[in-house]
């Protein structure tokens, strides 16, 4: 039965998605009346507003017609940056050039996204924030938890662009932009080119395939000014440019060769030039690092729904990442992605940007996962000079963490997002959809 009705709803999607693309507001406008007129004169003997059906599908059959006499040839290139911001308004130039034999005008193009609609285990084991408010028949037809899903992978505000007479051979630049949901990546398929019919029910299509992929970071909030104190550290493996002979120690001069000197750090073309051994001279690498562990455990979202806390867990990651100044510290960022992943930016290593796109596609893991993480920080703590832990859920084995931290030393800024309950002195909660109002309690 379930598949049956998966099955009934992708049909119903896809037929759905056709109209959309087809009809203008003026054919949707037809099409509602042509309906309305076939309900109410089934019977033949009591009314005629079947001739109004009739009239006016045959308007929509004629427009139709017209529609497919619509042909276009054109060649297309997008100018679009690598990332894009959840929530907030991306645009980008697309350019358009006419390759057929006349003069192409009153035509409208727009965005092709990959197919949105879920694969069936996708639509049955995930669940919609607030489903189990809904009644029986929503619950286990599962339309609006159909639709949810599909809502999600399409941006909002995608409108068309409207193209200016394009003569054979020519050449236009358009603006199209649109706003993503959420964060993750965005796949494009291509992009579609439409012509109102001259009844202007029904558009003619025509499809340019232009495969593209952008990345929605998640949405960030403005932290207040904060100092993360910690003192500096020897880092072990030093920056990424020592990293190739293992050592953790920043070039400082040239000096005459002494015996048990290594032969790696002779410096051959001063060698040659003097005619004695020369060995290049380090100094150790002394500098803060801080750690940024993102708790990822959320029963709700492990379970394939969406969870709101964690959504918001992750944003706040994103917003320390953009906003720590790197320059002169490392910044590691520790989560759960199917086993404990680290990231480390600042000093020779990754830009924020390519943390923020790991943020962008991390996904909640089981609660019990938090234990591999909490080690992974433990083995880093001779390294670390402070630590920034965000969790979206509290219990003792979390608390032992934050303890262990403090007793080590570290400076520990602990925040917690759920909405029920109190946190523990030490720890800052806030509360989701009032994130900004709560950091202002941050120090």
């Known amino acids: 039965m379930r598949r049956f009705i998966y099955t009934a709803l992708r049909s119903f999607g896809a037929l759905d998605q056709r109209l959309r693309e087809r009809l203008t507001l003026a054919g949707w406008l037809v099409l509602g009346t042509a309906g309305a007129a076939a309900a109410a004169g089934l019977n033949t003997n009591l009314t005629v507003t079947y001739r109004a059906f009739a009239f006016l599908a045959a308007l929509l059959a004629l427009s139709w017609i017209a529609s497919l006499l619509f042909r276009a040839q054109i060649e297309a290139s997008r100018d679009m940056p690598r990332y894009a911001t959840a929530g907030e308004p991306f645009s980008y130039r697309i350019t358009v050039a006419n390759r057929g034999a006349r003069t192409l005008a009153g035509a409208l193009v727009t965005e092709r996204f990959r197919d949105p609609r879920p694969s069936f285990d996708e639509w049955k084991r995930t669940r919609e924030p607030g489903e189990e408010q809904r009644n029986w028949f929503d619950r286990n037809v599962g339309y ?98 020592a990293a190739s002979v ?18 790696h750090r002779v410096h051959w073309k001063s060698f040659a030039r003097t005619g004695k051994p020369v060995v290049k001279q380090y100094q150790d690498e002394f500098f803060e690092r801080h750690a940024l562990v993102l708790d990822t455990g959320s029963r709700i979202g492990n379970g394939g729904g969406e969870d709101a806390a964690f959504e918001e867990a992750v944003a706040l990651a994103a917003s320390f990442v953009y906003t720590i100044d790197t320059q002169d510290c490392l910044l590691d960022l520790l989560l759960v992605g199917g086993k404990v992943r680290a990231y480390t930016a600042g000093r020779g290593q990754m830009h924020a940007e390519h943390m923020l796109e790991a943020l962008a596609g991390v996904g909640p893991s089981a609660p019990g996962d938090f234990e591999a993480l909490a080690r992974a920080v433990m083995a880093r703590r001779a390294t670390l000079s402070g630590v920034i832990a965000i969790f979206v859920s509290w219990d003792a084995e979390r608390a032992r963490f934050i303890a262990s931290l403090r007793a080590e030393g570290f400076d520990v800024r602990a925040l ?28």
């Open 246 to 263: 293992g050592d953790s120690e920043e070039f400082l001069a040239l000096r005459d060769y002494r015996p048990g000197d290594p032969l």
């Open 144 to 241: 609006f938890r159909w639709r949810w899903l599909i809502d999600r992978r399409v941006p909002r505000d995608l409108e068309p662009a409207a193209l200016a007479p394009l003569a054979p051979g020519e050449r236009q630049r358009v603006k199209l932009g649109f706003t993503p949901r959420r964060r993750g990546r965005i796949e494009f398929s291509g992009l579609t080119l439409g012509r109102p019919d001259p009844l202007g029910l029904v558009k003619g299509l025509a499809h340019v395939p232009l495969e593209a992929r952008l990345i929605a970071l998640p949405k960030r909030y403005r932290l207040p000014e904060i100092a993360l104190p910690g003192r500096r550290r020897f880092q072990p493996g030093g920056v990424s440019l």
């Open 416 to 443: 917690l997002i759920r909405d029920e309950g109190d946190a523990p002195q030490e720890v800052l909660q806030l509360r989701p959809g009032k994130i900004e109002q709560g950091l202002a309690g941050l120090r």
